[in-house]
């Protein structure tokens, strides 16, 4: 049944939906639009389900498109002036009527959509025309999909199949055998695919394996072939290679090419994490038994048992046997006092004045000695310890800068403190903010909450209602380590953020990489534009400082400026500038 755009419920949908990609999918297709749009006399066009690449200003009627691809029903619009949804007021059709091209196994791939820049009821003959016209793009679609099926490729991203992947790898085999060459296979695993999934939804995680098999294959340069073998792993055949080394090394390009620049899909910007697993063919091998080394190399390398080049890891057993001791230590650790803070100095970059301070969490064992936050803070995250670690690192840090802002050179300072997943879903976690500022006469300003991406993939709604209770007491809150993880901009609209950190990988890449300049750039400006400051971390030499002044940084922290500080030292100082403590 055709379906009025007065609805009430599309609504919601319309002001979500991102805008789907104009395609043309073969010269039939082409035909068959033109086709449509003669016999209708305005403009037709083909939307397809997926987003893959950034794409120029949106088409005339993207939106609408959009919610007919997403909802799989028809929407019909006479004028949308008059239409009581914003959304449809807000089109730029005045008259809209898309159909959705849904397959026989129910899954909706794109949709046929008509336009007029002006009022037009849509007759019964318009709509005929328009379903007949659909149910044949349908049909090419449908044989499109069969016919990929037949000769062994992969209906979401056109790659070859595993057989057809198999086949192309004993030709391959059997020409490195006669010339005498390395040989290679290389298995990718997307690491925590299922978050992008679960946080952006099925539509999305599609359109990223699809640019996913994009960068692949673009990677090889036409030397070499690609394969998605699961969900989240893909194959990738590699020739003429000198050596081991060279096995390595291109496994180390492959995984920056992938992980190093965000994903447009969906409307978000998301950067993603993979391993790399890799299988060497220096002497004769059958085709299935390099695929399947390759795949276990995957396997072993995530679970940190192999070094890049697949080679065992003999450390591998003193690693587990190191953690199993912090573990077995972190029991009462807190309860003995073991642990303390210390305090790396945040400068404005302007005035080159203290501005805050970032609270870090240190820890010396009676036996162990010093242990690593990086050893430590994940299994005391695992272990649930990270609760009554963190509650007291917030009154500590409360303490410690009511001291300081009692001497009128730091009295608008500052503190930070890291927040782990697990105490973001703490429930009495606004109380203990509110009784450590209270006890300690601080207003909620003089507080700031870190947390990382990686916290916002799980329970999205969850973690943005904590916040805002936050929030209600004043605190500010600041996204750490930015563009690590599965990075979305809409997290900079859909969270309460007041600050974003820029992760150090980004500082480190400024000697030199125009590239990285323009995206610290943009994120600068991009954070101005949304009232949020920027903080660069892990600042390392002048020319970095220099650098990120010069792109629009608020505020910068990192050994150049000065290194964290026990809070004897910070007593013993009534201000200091950058360098100071290097």
Not at 176 to 183: I, P, Q, S, Y
Not at 375 to 398: N, Y
């Amino acid at each position: 049944m055709l379906i009025r755009a007065e609805h009430a419920a599309i609504e919601h949908d319309l002001d979500r939906l991102p805008s789907p990609q104009a395609t043309v999918d073969g010269m039939a297709l082409t035909r068959l639009t033109r086709l449509a749009g003669n016999l209708l006399g305005v403009p037709v066009q083909l939307v397809s389900r997926l987003v893959t690449v950034d794409t120029a200003e949106p088409t005339y009627s993207s939106h609408l498109c959009a919610h007919v691809v997403e909802s799989g029903a028809p929407l019909i619009v006479e004028d949308s002036r008059r239409s009581p949804l914003a959304a449809i007021r807000a089109a730029k059709p005045n008259a809209y009527a898309g159909l959705p091209l849904t397959l026989r196994d129910g899954h909706t791939v794109g949709a046929l959509c008509a336009s007029d820049s002006t009022p037009r009821a849509w007759s019964s003959a318009d709509l005929e025309v328009l379903g007949d016209l659909a149910a044949v793009a349908v049909d090419m679609l449908q044989t499109r999909h069969a016919d990929r099926a037949r000769e062994g490729r992969d209906a979401l991203t056109g790659l070859p199949s595993r057989s057809l992947f198999a086949e192309l790898t004993r030709n391959a085999l059997a020409e490195t055998a006669r010339t005498h060459v390395t040989g290679a296979m290389l298995a990718v695993g997307l690491d925590g695919f299922r978050l992008v999934n679960d946080a952006f939804g099925h539509d999305t995680g599609d359109a990223v394996l699809v640019a996913v098999a994009q960068r692949l294959a673009a990677g090889l340069r036409g030397e070499g072939a690609v394969c998605r073998v699961g969900g989240d792993e893909f194959l990738l055949l590699c020739e003429g290679l000198d050596d081991d080394a060279d096995g390595a090394r291109l496994a180390e390009r492959v995984h920056h090419e992938l992980t190093s620049v965000p994903i447009a899909a969906g409307g978000d910007a998301i950067l993603i994490r993979a391993t790399v697993g890799v299988a060497l063919a220096d002497t004769p091998i059958p085709a299935e038994q390099l695929i399947d080394a390759a795949l276990e190399a995957l396997i072993r390398r995530k679970a940190g048992a192999l070094t890049a080049t697949g080679a065992p890891d003999p450390e591998r057993r003193g690693r587990a046997a190191a953690r199993l001791r912090v573990h077995h230590a972190l029991a009462g650790a807190h309860e003995r006092g073991e642990f303390h803070l210390a305090y790396q100095p945040l400068f404005d970059i302007r005035t080159g004045e203290l501005a805050s301070l970032e609270a870090l969490l240190r820890w010396t064992h009676p036996d162990l000695g010093r242990i690593a936050p990086d050893d430590f803070v994940p299994a005391a995250e695992r272990s649930g310890a990270i609760v009554a670690i963190g509650e007291w690192t917030i009154a500590q840090a409360a303490r410690d800068l009511a001291r300081w802002r009692a001497n009128p050179a730091t009295r608008e300072l500052t503190v930070a403190v890291n927040l782990a997943p697990t105490q973001l879903r703490t429930a009495g976690l606004p109380g203990v903010v509110r009784e450590a500022l209270e006890d300690n006469g601080l207003p909620g300003g003089a507080l700031t909450l870190e947390i990382t991406e990686r916290v916002l993939l799980d329970d999205r709604s969850g973690y943005a209602r904590a916040m805002h209770r936050l929030r209600d007491l004043g605190a500010r809150i600041a996204l750490d380590d930015f563009g690590t993880g599965y990075s979305a901009l809409g997290y900079l609209t859909s969270f309460p953020f007041d600050t974003i950190k820029l992760d150090r990988s980004f500082v480190a890449a400024l000697d030199g990489d125009p590239r990285a300049e323009a995206l610290v750039e943009a994120i600068t400006t991009m954070a101005t534009k949304l009232g949020l400051s920027t903080v660069a971390e892990g600042v390392e030499t002048a020319a970095q400082l220099e650098c990120v002044a010069q792109l629009g940084c608020d505020l910068a922290q990192g050994y150049h400026l000065a290194r964290p500080l026990t809070a004897t030292a910070l007593d013993e100082r009534a201000s200091f500038r950058p360098g100071a403590t290097r």
